[in-house]
C-alpha cells in the first residue's frame, strides 16, 4: 500500500469535518465553558478549552488546519471528554458528538498505535479479550496487582505499570468495614407490584472485572418489581471505540445490539456503566450521516429505551424497597458521562438515601472528571493523575468509609488514587450497596 493510499487526503479530512459545520458554528465564544473544563484550568492553555478545541476544529473544516498538524493532534488528544461543557454552553454545542468527529479525523490522518489501538483492537477480537481478562482477573485474585501497586517504586518508567496494578486492584469487591455487623434485622415482607420487563446491558469491561455489579443490578431489579429478560446477542456497547474516533467500529458493535435488544421485547434496556448508558442513548447520533446503511428508526427506538440503573430503580420520584441497615457514611461522586452525558443528577442519590442507617454525602466538587476518562488516566498519566489526586483529595475531605460511582472507568481512578495514597477508603457502585442492603434485610431470601 502507498503513503497515499494508507493515508487519507488532508481535503477529505477536512470535508469530513465541514460536513458538521451547522454544529460547529454553534458555539458563541462566550467562554463558560473555560473554568468548567478541567484541561484548562490545570493548563491554562485557550487550546486545551472547549472553546480552542472547536476553533481548531473549524480550522480543518476550512481547510486552514492540516488535521495531522501536531497541534491538532494534541490538543483534541488531551481532551477528557467528560463533556462539563456541555451542561455550562448557553448555545447548545453538541461538543461530545464533535469530539468523536475531529478524533475520527485526527486517527484516519495519524492512526494510533501503542496501548489504547491495542486495547480496542482486543476488545473487538472477543476471545483474545477474554484470556486478557481472565489474566488480570488471576493477578486480582492472587493479590499481585495489590502488591505491585504498594511495593512497586514510583520512577518515571514503572508510574504506568504502578498505577495500571493500582487500578486493578481497585476494580476488587467492596466489603463492609468489619465495624459494621454483617446482619440485620430483617425487614417485613412486603409485595411488589410487577413493573414490566428490562433487559441489562452486560457489557464488556463490566462483565469481565465488575460482573458482580451485573449480578447485583438483576437482584436489584427483581426484588423491585421488575422482570429481568437474558439477551443473547449483545456486546460491548461501542463506547470506548467512538471516544477513540472508531466511529466505523463503534456503529458495527451499535448495529449488534440494537439488533440483540430489539429482539427481546423489553420495556427498558437497563445499563450500569455511566459511559455505556451515555453511547447507547447516543445510538442515534452515532449512525447521524450513515443513512441506508442503518434502520433509523430503529436505532431511535432503542436509544429511547436505555435508562441508567439508577433512573429505572429511582423512577417516578419513587424510592426503591428498602432493604436492612447499613449505617455507614457514604460520599457520592456523579460519573461525568452520567451527569453531564445523560443529565443524570437525583436517581443514583434517591437510591442511596433509600438504605436505611446509610449517612449519604456528596464529593466537593463533584461535578468534575476524576481522570479516567476511559484509558486517559494511563494514557497521559501526569495530567490524569493530577485530576485525580484533586478528586481523591475532595473525596478524602468527606470523611466517608465508602465513595459511591456508577462507572467501572471512576470506579478504578479514583480507587487507585485512594490506594496508592495509603488510605483504606472503599470504593463501590451505588446498586452495589443497595443489594448489601437487601442482603442484610433479608429480601432475598423471601423470594
Not at 130 to 148: D, E, I, P, S
Not at 303 to 319: F, M, P, T
Not at 414 to 443: C, K, M, N, Q, T
Request: charged share 20%; aromatic share 6%.
Amino acid at each position: 500500500m502507498t503513503p497515499t493510499e494508507a493515508t487519507p487526503r488532508p481535503e477529505s479530512l477536512s470535508a469530513a469535518l465541514a460536513a458538521h459545520d451547522d454544529r460547529l458554528s454553534n458555539c458563541v465564544h462566550c467562554g463558560f465553558c473555560l473554568p468548567a473544563c478541567p484541561t484548562y484550568t490545570r493548563l491554562g492553555d485557550e487550546a486545551d478549552s472547549p472553546r480552542g478545541r472547536l476553533y481548531l476544529m473549524r480550522a480543518v473544516a476550512e481547510g486552514r488546519l492540516d488535521p495531522g498538524s501536531d497541534a491538532f493532534q494534541r490538543h483534541i488528544d488531551c481532551c477528557l471528554g467528560c463533556r462539563a461543557c456541555e451542561t455550562v454552553c448557553p448555545s447548545g454545542v453538541e461538543y461530545g458528538f464533535l469530539l468523536e468527529r475531529a478524533r475520527e479525523v485526527a486517527d484516519r490522518a495519524r492512526p494510533r498505535r501503542g496501548a489504547p489501538a491495542l486495547l480496542l483492537a482486543m476488545i473487538r477480537s472477543g476471545p483474545l479479550f477474554t484470556v486478557w481478562m481472565w489474566g488480570a482477573r488471576a493477578l486480582r485474585a492472587t493479590g499481585l496487582a495489590a502488591l505491585a501497586a504498594n511495593r512497586l517504586p514510583s520512577w518515571r518508567g514503572l508510574r504506568q505499570v504502578r498505577l495500571g496494578a493500582a487500578m486493578l486492584a481497585a476494580s476488587a469487591p467492596w466489603r463492609a468495614p468489619s465495624t459494621v455487623g454483617r446482619h440485620g434485622s430483617a425487614v417485613s415482607a412486603t409485595a411488589v407490584a410487577p413493573r414490566g420487563k428490562v433487559a441489562v446491558l452486560f457489557g464488556c469491561i463490566q462483565d469481565q472485572l465488575f460482573r458482580r455489579v451485573n449480578e447485583a443490578t438483576v437482584r436489584v431489579l427483581e426484588a423491585n418489581g421488575w422482570e429481568v429478560v437474558p439477551v443473547l446477542g449483545q456486546g460491548c456497547c461501542g463506547a470506548l471505540h467512538a471516544h477513540a474516533g472508531r466511529l466505523t467500529e463503534a456503529r458495527e458493535m451499535a448495529r449488534r445490539n440494537v439488533e440483540a435488544f430489539r429482539a427481546s421485547g423489553v420495556d427498558f434496556i437497563v445499563a450500569n456503566a455511566a459511559g455505556c448508558g451515555a453511547a447507547m442513548k447516543d445510538y442515534s447520533h452515532l449512525m447521524d450521516g450513515e443513512a441506508g446503511q442503518y434502520d433509523s428508526d430503529q436505532v431511535h427506538a432503542f436509544s429511547e429505551r436505555v435508562r441508567d440503573v439508577s433512573e429505572i430503580l429511582a423512577s417516578g420520584g419513587k424510592a426503591p424497597v428498602s432493604g436492612g441497615p447499613l449505617p455507614i457514611r457514604v460520599a457520592y461522586d456523579p460519573p461525568c458521562h452520567l451527569l453531564h452525558g445523560q443529565r443524570v443528577a437525583e436517581p443514583p442519590k434517591t437510591l442511596l438515601r433509600a438504605i436505611p442507617g446509610l449517612e449519604l454525602t456528596s464529593v466537593p466538587r463533584g461535578e468534575e472528571c476524576c481522570g479516567g476518562a476511559g484509558v486517559y488516566g494511563i494514557t497521559h498519566p501526569d495530567l490524569g493523575g493530577q485530576i485525580g489526586g484533586d478528586k481523591v483529595s475532595a473525596v478524602l475531605e468527606t470523611g466517608a468509609v465508602v465513595v459511591a460511582t456508577g462507572n467501572p472507568g471512576c470506579a478504578m481512578q479514583i480507587g487507585a488514587g485512594l490506594r496508592l495514597r495509603g488510605s483504606d477508603v472503599g470504593v463501590a457502585h451505588p446498586v452495589e450497596l443497595l443489594d448489601e442492603s437487601y442482603r442484610r434485610g433479608g429480601l432475598y431470601a423471601k423470594r
